[in-house]
């Protein structure tokens, strides 16, 4: 399982970090992903963290959001700064596992104008 949690309400150039705590996956050999959601828009792929710590990123991102990962604490996590409004949706952490795909519920980020 997989459990989002950091989302919020704020304002243009402000930071939030979301976090996404995994259980009952060996999560030290899983790669983590974070997708968003806006409204009427399909999902994308934020940013992808693989076991050995490669980072990839969105164009739209690169230099603002930063995706990490703690093995001791099965937790990944994306710190966002200089939010801009486009980056309001729905984020979600995921990760494939043996063949399963995993998500997490959902968190919403808000960034007001």
């Known amino acids: 399982q997989l459990q989002a949690s950091g989302g919020g309400l704020v304002q243009t150039g402000e930071s939030l970090r979301l976090s996404c705590k995994a259980s009952?996956?060996?999560?030290?050999?899983?790669?983590m992903h974070w997708y968003r959601q806006a409204p009427g828009q399909q999902r994308e792929l934020v940013a992808t963290i693989t076991r050995d710590g490669s980072t990839n990123y969105i164009d739209s991102v690169k230099g603002r959001f930063t995706i990490s990962r703690d093995n001791a604490r099965r937790t990944a996590r994306l710190q966002m700064d200089r939010l801009k409004s486009d980056d309001t949706a729905v984020y979600y952490c995921a990760t494939q596992y043996y063949g399963r795909d995993f998500w997490g519920q959902g968190t919403q980020v808000t960034v007001s104008p």
């Open positions: 009952g996956i060996n999560f030290s050999i899983a790669s």
